[in-house]
Structure formats: C-alpha cells, structure tokens
C-alpha cells in the first residue's frame, strides 16, 4: 500500500503565491508519472499538472505560466508552486501518482488539501 499526503494548502490573497507538497510512502514500490488535480465547490475535478517521471510537464490552459510542477525523484515527492493566485483557484487540491508495484500500476490520490484566494 502507498500512500499520498498533500500539505501547503491556505488561504493567500489574489496575486499572492502557494508551494503544495505531496510526498509518497510505502514500500517496494517507484513511481511514474505524477500530477496535481483541483475541484472547486459545485464543480468536477479537473486535471492541473502533470509530471513524467524523466521530468517532462503539462499543464491546463487555465494555469500556464502561473503554476510550476516538479518533483524530487529520490523523495518520491511532487510539487506544485502556485504564482499570481487568483480567486477562481479557490478549490480543494489532490495530488495523484502513477505507482508501480511488483509489475503492476496503480493509480493513488491523497487526501487533498484547500487552497482559497480572497479577491
């Protein structure tokens, strides 16, 4: 079993900035790609940024040149640096890993964890 635990979440004013964390634990396992998801209050889970594990990203329309993702391979730990926050951020905020275990992928999601953006 692995587990995903997300922190950094809280609340910031417009146009301030958020690093979140989401570190992996468990045994015997590696990690391909990762990603950071976001759903808002009435809204579906979209997908923010993803992460491979050679380091190549991808981002959604709605978070390009603000949002940074990165991630520390022997910390089995991703990031997302969040810039120039705007109030229609505001949502609770996943991380996901795509986990390898005995030949096999899983796919894991932490817990979450709120940002708000006060206007």
């Known amino acids: 079993q692995v587990q995903l635990v997300e922190s950094g979440g809280g609340l910031v004013q417009a146009g301030g900035s958020l690093r979140l964390s989401c570190v992996a634990s468990?045994?015997?396992?590696?990690?391909?790609?990762m990603g950071w998801s976001r759903q808002a209050p009435g809204k579906q889970r979209e997908l923010v940024a993803t992460?491979?594990?050679?380091?190549?990203?991808n981002y959604a329309d709605s978070v390009k040149g603000r949002f940074t993702i990165f991630r520390h391979n022997t910390k089995n730990t991703v990031y997302l640096q969040m810039n120039s926050l705007k109030p229609e951020d505001t949502a609770v905020y996943y991380c996901?890993?795509?986990?390898?275990?005995?030949?096999?992928?899983?796919?894991?999601w932490g817990q979450g964890t709120q940002v708000t953006v006060s206007s």
């Open positions: 996901n890993a795509e986990v390898i275990q005995s030949r096999s992928s899983y796919d894991y």
């Open positions: 468990g045994s015997s396992f590696s990690i391909n790609a």
């Open positions: 992460i491979t594990s050679d380091g190549s990203t």
